[in-house]
């Protein structure tokens, strides 16, 4: 499906949420949409590759990694991970690392930046809970959808 972040807000802007311009992007792909799914975790990625290692179609990973950008939530094996699995997209409010490897693969990631320290593995953190950053928060079951004009969030699908 084609679809514009700008003409999707224009007709749905009662009902829409959008979280602050504060994400760099990475892969190949520019534009995904899809049901949320969420993790909230704190340097450590157990999770995030848990979920990444699912199927992930119709779906966007939303991921609250405190805002941390002491570490990488996210390599290019994790990513490899959301390729596979056919996940639409992955939003990380945290970093990122083989950013150049991921930019080559057929992926769509949005980060604070990147890191070239990999994150701990302990396991520790929440799926599937409500998570806030970027001044809203985001509910699993929601609909992300991004481009490059941004993101934005409704509560059902709109296109």
Same mark, same amino acid.
């Given at each position: 499906?084609?679809?514009?972040?700008?003409?999707?807000?224009?007709?749905?802007?009662?009902?829409?949420?959008?979280?602050?311009?504060?994400?760099?992007?990475?892969?190949?792909?520019?534009?995904?949409?899809?049901?949320?799914?969420?993790?909230?975790?704190?340097?450590?990625?157990?999770?995030?590759?848990?979920?990444?290692?699912?199927?992930?179609?119709?779906?966007?990973? !939303?991921?609250? +990694?405190?805002?941390?950008?002491?570490?990488?939530?996210? $390599?290019? =094996? *994790? &990513?490899?991970? /959301?390729?596979?699995?056919?996940?639409?997209?992955? !939003?990380?409010? +945290?970093?990122?690392?083989?950013?150049?490897?991921?930019? $080559?693969? =057929? *992926? &769509?990631?949005? /980060?604070?930046?990147?890191?070239?320290?990999?994150?701990?593995?302990? +396991?520790?953190?929440?799926?599937?809970?409500?998570?806030?950053?970027?001044?809203?928060?985001?509910?699993?079951?929601?609909?992300?959808?991004?481009?490059?004009?941004?993101?934005?969030?409704?509560?059902?699908?709109?296109?």
């Amino acid at each position: 499906m084609t679809f514009k972040t700008a003409d999707l807000s224009d007709d749905h802007s009662a009902i829409l949420k959008v979280p602050a311009d504060m994400f760099q992007s990475y892969g190949a792909k520019l534009a995904f949409h899809g049901e949320v799914v969420t993790v909230k975790v704190f340097e450590d990625n157990v999770l995030v590759k848990a979920q990444l290692e699912t199927d992930g179609r119709g779906k966007v990973l !939303v991921v609250d +990694g405190g805002g941390s950008v002491r570490c990488a939530l996210l $390599g290019d =094996n *994790v &990513a490899a991970l /959301a390729e596979k699995n056919g996940w639409e997209g992955v !939003v990380i409010n +945290g970093a990122i690392r083989d950013a150049a490897d991921i930019d $080559g693969m =057929n *992926v &769509a990631i949005k /980060a604070l930046g990147t890191h070239p320290f990999k994150s701990i593995k302990k +396991g520790e953190g929440d799926v599937n809970i409500p998570v806030a950053f970027g001044g809203i928060t985001f509910y699993p079951g929601e609909y992300l959808y991004s481009d490059a004009d941004g993101i934005i969030v409704a509560p059902n699908p709109i296109h």
